[in-house]
């Protein structure tokens, strides 16, 4: 019963270097979303996939790219990491065109850029 | 990007307690969530809310979801200290559009 798996857990990166965080749900969810969580200021969306095939910006999508592989996976990257990246980063996936589904997280990416 | 406010930030209460939290926006939300973090953990969903007036309990959780559509509450019951963690409400205005969530309240229980 996995649910929304997220690697690696931890990371530290220097400032420039690139990752890929990776994302994958078994629960044949249509919609997958990527946040970021930083102190005292709750989570915030970077982009998301309302289906295979389509991504779409969120609140703070600069300096990340994003890939929807196939139903079941989603990744994040960052081309060139900067500090300012430093934070937890979690992956969600949703059951979207049925009443309002809510959303499902995994554990989390803590990611630390140098 | 809109936030939803969340109050209070922290709360610190005694096992056995019954703990009050709420959030409120200027804009109307459809459907109302709420999540609780813990440590090291991702948020994990306790309530869901589609209705205005709607009063949805799970065990020592009860939630409403305002009249107006524009906040919601949570009260949870003779607290224990599981309890501790982050709640997370989340607001969503249409069926697969985005979550808006609000800051969080950091609930600490004593024993």
């Known amino acids: 019963n996995a649910g929304v798996t997220q690697t690696p857990k931890f990371q530290v990166l220097k400032t420039g270097q690139s990752m890929t965080l990776q994302c994958a749900q078994d629960?044949?969810?249509?919609?997958m979303y990527w946040y970021r969580q930083d102190p005292g200021m709750g989570l915030r969306l970077i982009y998301y996939?309302?289906?295979?095939?389509?991504?779409d910006k969120g609140e703070v999508p600069n300096g990340y790219n994003v890939s929807r592989l196939n139903k079941r996976e989603f990744s994040l990257r960052l081309e060139s990491a900067a500090p300012s990246q430093t934070s937890v980063y979690f992956c969600?996936?949703?059951?979207?065109?049925?009443?309002?589904?809510?959303?499902?997280f995994g554990d989390g990416t803590r990611l630390s850029i140098l | 990007g809109q936030q939803l406010n969340q109050s209070p930030q922290s709360m610190f209460i005694q096992e056995g307690e019954d703990v009050s939290m709420n959030c409120t926006s200027s804009s109307i939300f459809n459907t109302w969530l709420w999540y609780k973090q813990e440590p090291g953990e991702g948020p994990v969903l306790l309530i869901a809310l589609y209705k205005a007036g709607e009063l949805t309990s799970n065990g020592r959780l009860t939630a409403q979801f305002g009249i107006t559509r524009k906040d919601s509450f949570l009260n949870i019951s003779a607290s224990i200290p599981s309890d501790v963690g982050i709640y997370f409400c989340?607001?969503?205005?249409?069926?697969?559009?985005?979550?808006?969530f609000g800051e969080g309240t950091q609930l600490t229980v004593n024993p």
């Open positions: 629960m044949n969810h249509n919609s």
């Open positions: 996939s309302a289906s295979e095939g389509t991504t």
């Open positions: 989340a607001g969503q205005k249409t069926s697969g559009s985005r979550l808006t």
């Open positions: 969600a996936s949703s059951a979207e065109g049925q009443n309002n589904q809510p959303q499902h």
